[in-house]
């Protein structure tokens, strides 16, 4: 898996996104994640990534590097 | 004891009965006297319920209900049935922008067509007597209210509340009635496979004037009084429960 793509399909569910993405953001402090945008990165692992993610282990993640980890591991 | 809403020597199909509301309706009828025919796909899941019931004649049938064979085999071994609750049934949040076609089928197949297919079958082999009672576990949501990211579960239960009514109007000359009960949310298993945090929980949990989800069993009473003689004269009726949610 590759993070930098991955960090580019979180990114792309945003409407707008005013800051960067790194492995290092906390994307539930990012402005403009909500609980819409949450639906949209679990369908887009969903689809990307063949991964259905858990509920409850997507609610423990708060940086895209866990995020990541979190999808890698169910690979 | 007089007791209007007994359901002493009836025979009743419950649908979703190895989990959640469906389980629930299914202990709490057996406890009033009613014998129960429990169907759901996972066997250990649907011998728990049995074990569950108040001692009757009650049976369980393993199928896939969005299988059309499947409905024809389970319809096939039924005795006359005086009353049958469809609660088996999906939830899931999807964004517009996500939807896809398989999506659609998914929620189409076991919120909409299994119920409608079941009862065609039930009508067609003549399983449903005369005064029967039909229940449909609908929803508040696409009836009464919508919200974000819920739009094909909305979509499967408007189109069920279109159904139970033409299906009212349609069997009322043989004096078979169809009624829905209409929660909003209730305390399943179901409702942790929803992505949630605690905050918006809590916030959606404020929505509601009684500050609290319902219980399964609440769904049960609602549906004990719809299979009951009590409501002989009600038919193509929605009970909405929702601890006052749709009233603002
Ligand atoms: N929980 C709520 O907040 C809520 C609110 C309003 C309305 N409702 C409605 O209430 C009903 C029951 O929900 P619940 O909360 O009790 O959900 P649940 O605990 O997940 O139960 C769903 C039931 O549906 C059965 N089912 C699913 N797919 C099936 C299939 N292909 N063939 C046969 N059976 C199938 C399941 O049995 P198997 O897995 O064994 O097949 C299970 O018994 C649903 O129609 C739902 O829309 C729920």
Same mark, same amino acid.
């Given at each position: 898996?590759?993070?930098?793509?991955?960090?580019?399909?979180?990114? %792309?569910?945003? %409407?707008?996104?005013?800051?960067?993405?790194?492995?290092?953001?906390?994307?539930? #402090?990012?402005?403009?994640?909500?609980?819409?945008?949450?639906?949209?990165?679990?369908?887009?692992? %969903?689809?990307?990534?063949?991964?259905?993610?858990?509920?409850?282990?997507?609610?423990?993640?708060?940086?895209?590097?866990?995020?990541?980890?979190?999808?890698?591991? #169910?690979? | 004891?007089?007791?209007?809403?007994?359901?002493?020597? !009836?025979?009743?199909?419950?649908?979703?009965?190895?989990?959640?509301?469906?389980?629930? *309706?299914?202990?709490?009828?057996?406890?009033?006297?009613?014998? *129960?025919?429990?169907?759901?796909?996972?066997?250990?899941?649907?011998?728990?319920?049995?074990?569950?019931? !108040?001692?009757?004649?009650?049976?369980?049938?393993?199928?896939?209900?969005?299988?059309?064979?499947?409905?024809?085999?389970?319809?096939?071994?039924?005795?006359?049935?005086?009353?049958?609750?469809?609660?088996?049934?999906?939830? &899931?949040?999807? /964004?517009?922008?996500?939807?896809? @076609?398989? @999506?659609?089928?998914?929620?189409?197949?076991?919120?909409?067509?299994?119920?409608?297919?079941?009862?065609?079958?039930?009508?067609?082999?003549? @399983?449903?007597?005369?005064?029967?009672?039909?229940?449909?576990?609908? +929803?508040?949501? &696409?009836?009464?209210?919508? +919200?974000?990211?819920?739009?094909?579960?909305?979509?499967?239960?408007?189109?069920?509340?279109?159904?139970?009514?033409?299906?009212?109007?349609?069997?009322?000359?043989?004096?078979?009635?169809?009624?829905?009960?209409?929660?909003?949310?209730?305390?399943?298993?179901?409702?942790?496979?929803?992505?949630?945090?605690?905050?918006?929980?809590?916030?959606?949990?404020?929505?509601? /004037?009684? !500050?609290?989800?319902? !219980?399964?069993?609440?769904?049960?009473?609602?549906?004990?009084?719809?299979?009951?003689?009590?409501?002989?004269?009600?038919? &193509?009726?929605? *009970? @909405?429960?929702? &601890?006052?949610?749709?009233?603002?």
């Amino acid at each position: 898996m590759d993070i930098q793509l991955f960090i580019q399909n979180v990114a %792309d569910q945003f %409407d707008e996104l005013n800051v960067e993405l790194t492995p290092e953001t906390n994307f539930r #402090k990012v402005e403009g994640w909500t609980s819409l945008v949450a639906l949209l990165v679990i369908t887009m692992v %969903d689809e990307e990534y063949g991964i259905v993610l858990p509920p409850e282990e997507m609610r423990k993640t708060n940086t895209i590097q866990e995020l990541f980890d979190l999808v890698a591991s #169910k690979q | 004891m007089h007791n209007p809403f007994a359901l002493i020597g !009836k025979t009743i199909l419950v649908t979703g009965a190895s989990s959640g509301i469906g389980r629930t *309706i299914a202990i709490e009828c057996s406890k009033l006297g009613a014998d *129960i025919i429990l169907t759901g796909r996972n066997e250990s899941r649907l011998q728990e319920t049995l074990s569950q019931l !108040k001692e009757g004649q009650h049976k369980y049938i393993v199928a896939d209900i969005t299988i059309e064979e499947d409905i024809i085999t389970i319809v096939e071994q039924l005795p006359t049935l005086t009353g049958c609750v469809h609660s088996a049934g999906i939830l &899931g949040l999807v /964004p517009i922008q996500a939807i896809t @076609k398989a @999506k659609i089928n998914e929620f189409e197949q076991i919120n909409l067509h299994a119920p409608i297919l079941l009862t065609k079958q039930l009508l067609k082999r003549k @399983k449903l007597a005369k005064n029967s009672s039909v229940v449909f576990i609908s +929803s508040a949501a &696409g009836v009464y209210r919508v +919200s974000t990211a819920n739009a094909l579960y909305a979509v499967t239960k408007s189109g069920l509340d279109a159904f139970m009514r033409s299906a009212a109007l349609e069997l009322a000359s043989k004096n078979i009635r169809f009624n829905s009960v209409n929660p909003a949310m209730i305390e399943t298993e179901a409702l942790s496979n929803i992505p949630i945090s605690e905050e918006q929980k809590n916030a959606n949990l404020a929505q509601y /004037p009684i !500050k609290r989800y319902g !219980k399964p069993e609440e769904v049960a009473y609602a549906t004990i009084y719809l299979l009951s003689d009590a409501s002989a004269w009600t038919t &193509g009726t929605e *009970i @909405k429960l929702d &601890g006052g949610l749709t009233l603002s």
